[in-house]
């Protein structure tokens, strides 16, 4: 295999589409986003992008393997057409998240992709009742825009800046004439979090705009809530019950 080996699995004409990239990260924040809207929309598989610098794995359902992939989806139902990237790995090394960005970059720019959006989590180190959804941008203009929907944009955060696909999406991005921008959710950043993909799904409906429904994501949302009451429970010295620890567990 080839460092990138691309299945080019449809080609549809899309109308100024923006790529939305929700891959693996803190608190599985952008992932849940993406996977979201892929349950919520008609989506078309477009490409599947194999590569060395993923894992050594497969994935199994129902005996069924598949080479560890990302995953580009077209959305033409929507009120603007969109591009979603996920999938269940990062690259595993520098120069290969730099490569990966640059091969999704290019595809992009072959469906003539013009505005990015990467998705993901800000951890806070502490369980958030409210999260509020972190902003980061190539340019000025994408700042105040961003701001009137809410969108923080903070002195020196996220600390340490922003790693992997996402923060490349923008660096990269930018060099190459792209308009991106990087929106996360708070998230304790060491549970899968729902409720924060949700905020953040929110705020990209409203920025790109398009309208999609939330049922399945709170519900979500309200089985980790239950996850996190018993959490507190036990971090405040209070025993859950059998049952409750069967729910854990």
């Not at 077209?74 to 990966?100: F, N, S």
């Not at 800046?161 to 998230?187: H, K, N, Q």
């Not at 549970?191 to 705020?203: C, G, I, M, N, Q």
């Amino acid at each position: 295999m080839d460092e990138f080996d691309i299945d080019r699995l449809s080609t549809p004409d899309l109308d100024d589409p923006v790529l939305i990239e929700g891959l693996p990260g803190v608190g599985h924040v952008g992932k849940l986003a993406a996977e979201h809207l892929l349950e919520e929309f008609d989506a078309e598989l477009v490409r599947r992008i194999h590569s060395e610098h993923f894992p050594p794995q497969v994935t199994v359902e129902e005996g069924r393997t598949q080479l560890a992939s990302a995953e580009m989806y077209a959305i033409r139902d929507a009120e603007r057409d969109l591009l979603v990237l996920t999938g269940d790995h990062q690259a595993g090394d520098g120069p290969g998240h730099y490569r990966l960005t640059e091969t999704i970059l290019d595809v992009a720019a072959s469906f003539d992709v013009a505005q990015v959006y990467a998705l993901g989590g800000i951890p806070t180190g502490e369980l958030v009742d409210e999260p509020a959804v972190v902003g980061a941008a190539t340019a000025d203009e994408e700042i105040e825009s961003l701001e009137t929907f809410g969108v923080e944009f903070r002195e020196n955060e996220p600390a340490g800046g922003i790693v992997g696909v996402s923060g490349l999406l923008l660096g990269l991005g930018e060099r190459r004439g792209f308009e991106a921008a990087c929106l996360m959710g708070e998230t304790s950043g060491y549970l899968v979090d729902p409720k924060s993909a949700r905020v953040v799904l929110e705020t990209l409906e409203a920025a790109v705009p398009f309208e999609v429904g939330y049922d399945t994501l709170s519900e979500r949302a309200e089985e980790m809530e239950a996850v996190i009451k018993r959490i507190r429970q036990m971090e405040q010295g209070t025993t859950p019950s059998e049952e409750d620890l069967r729910y854990i567990g």
